[in-house]
Structure formats: structure tokens, C-alpha cells
């Protein structure tokens, strides 16, 4: 089986505009969960989809949202970026969600400028 | 809130010696997960602990749940250079919380 695919694996982008990670899950796969990872701050949760619902979401700001489409592959975007949102974006599948083990993508790695 | 809690937050050892880290949550888990991230790498999952007081092997790799299900550790013996990364926990509180808490990790240096 093909693993998680992440895209685009590195980007640049300006303070105030918006940026769209995309992820495709392991096929089967229908959970997805989002994770942040910064040096200081390690793995942060982001939001959980399942078949097309988002589950649950952690502590980031409103300029932070996401879905799943009926195929399972999910996309976050981040509006209004700030430099503090540099930081390498985490996809990780399941087959049942966090009762499970997840697998990661390789990351998209966003720099804010 | 749900928090994990994990040290050291760095230890640096002789190939050969013996290496543990530690995770404590200040509420009960409903199962904890390990992972290890290679430098420049992503998370990849080595294991799943869910019974109260579990213990689990992987080759030179120990993995134990506390009893209380509120603390974990993980311990390699006799440390090689492959071993070199960042270990993570990560908390499932299950029930309605349904998150996957990452701890800060411990990384890990094996000099040769």
C-alpha cells in the first residue's frame, strides 16, 4: 500500500496570506488527524477527521480549518498567516482513529516570511 | 486539561549504554502509543500499550504501562547508533476527549 501522502513537501509563504496542505491517507484510511510541530512546542493536535466529519480540534485559532472529502483525502488551511505559524504540518491516518496506530506523512514544512 | 509530560528532554549516551524515558499524564489514559522520529524524519509508530500495568518488548526495547495508567516509560538496553532520534509518548483519553496527546518527546544522541 501506498503510505501518506503530503503535498507540497516545503513552501514559502508572506505574513497575511493564506496557504492549503493537502493529505492523502492510506487508502482504507479514513481517519486523518493534523499536527503542528515546532521546535518549542513539539507535537501539537489540530483537528481529527472521519468520514468527512471533524471529530474533535485542538487549541488553534479560527485561521485554522480543515476537511475531508468523500474519498478521505483532507486539507488544512491556514488564512491570515502570522510568522509564528512556521513550522513542519503533520498528516497522520488511521483505520479507527486514536484507539489506533497512526501513520505519518512526511510533513509539509511552511516558513512565513 | 489533558497534559503529557515527558523527560528528560535530551539525553546524550555512549553507544552501549542504557537509555529511559519517562511520561507521566495528570489524568487517567485510555491507552498510550510510542513513537520515534528520526532526524529530518516523521513519526513512526513502535507500539500500543492499553492494560493497566502492561509490559511490552521489542528487541532491546521495553515498553510499561503504570498501574494507575497515568504514567508510562520507555527503555532501551544497550543503545545503538540506529537508535538515535526523537521518542514521543502520545495519550489517548478516549471517550468523548477523542485526542491523541503528544508528549514534548526525549532526544536522543548515541555517541559512537
Known amino acids: 500500500k501506498a503510505g501518506v501522502t503530503q503535498t507540497p513537501r516545503y513552501l514559502i509563504k508572506t505574513r497575511g496570506q493564506q496557504v492549503t496542505l493537502s493529505c492523502s491517507p492510506i487508502?482504507?484510511?479514513?481517519?486523518v488527524s493534523w499536527y503542528q510541530q515546532t521546535p518549542g512546542q513539539g507535537l501539537q493536535f489540530l483537528f481529527e477527521?472521519?468520514?468527512?466529519?471533524?471529530?474533535n480540534k485542538g487549541n488553534f485559532p479560527g485561521r485554522f480549518s480543515g476537511r475531508q472529502f468523500s474519498n478521505s483525502r483532507s486539507e488544512m488551511n491556514v488564512s491570515t498567516l502570522e510568522l509564528g505559524d512556521s513550522a513542519l504540518y503533520l498528516c497522520?491516518?488511521?483505520?479507527?482513529?486514536?484507539?489506533?496506530?497512526?501513520?505519518f506523512g512526511e510533513g509539509s514544512r511552511l516558513t512565513v516570511l | 486539561g489533558q497534559q503529557v509530560m515527558q523527560i528528560p528532554q535530551y539525553q546524550h549516551v555512549q553507544e552501549g549504554e542504557d537509555f529511559t524515558t519517562y511520561c507521566n499524564s495528570s489524568t487517567t489514559l485510555s491507552n498510550i502509543q510510542w513513537y520515534k522520529q528520526r532526524p529530518g524524519g516523521h513519526p513512526v509508530f513502535l507500539i500500543q500499550l492499553v492494560k493497566s500495568g502492561e509490559v511490552k518488548k521489542q528487541k532491546r526495547l521495553t515498553f510499561q504501562f503504570g498501574e494507575a495508567k497515568k504514567n508510562s516509560s520507555l527503555h532501551i538496553t544497550a543503545t545503538q547508533t540506529t537508535d538515535v532520534g526523537t521518542y514521543f509518548c502520545a495519550g489517548d483519553y478516549g471517550g468523548a476527549t477523542n485526542k491523541l496527546i503528544f508528549g514534548t518527546g526525549t532526544l536522543l544522541a548515541v555517541q559512537p
Open positions: 487508502s482504507g484510511h479514513r481517519s
Open positions: 477527521y472521519f468520514s468527512e466529519t471533524q471529530r
Open positions: 497522520a491516518s488511521s483505520e479507527r482513529g486514536f484507539s489506533g496506530e497512526l501513520f
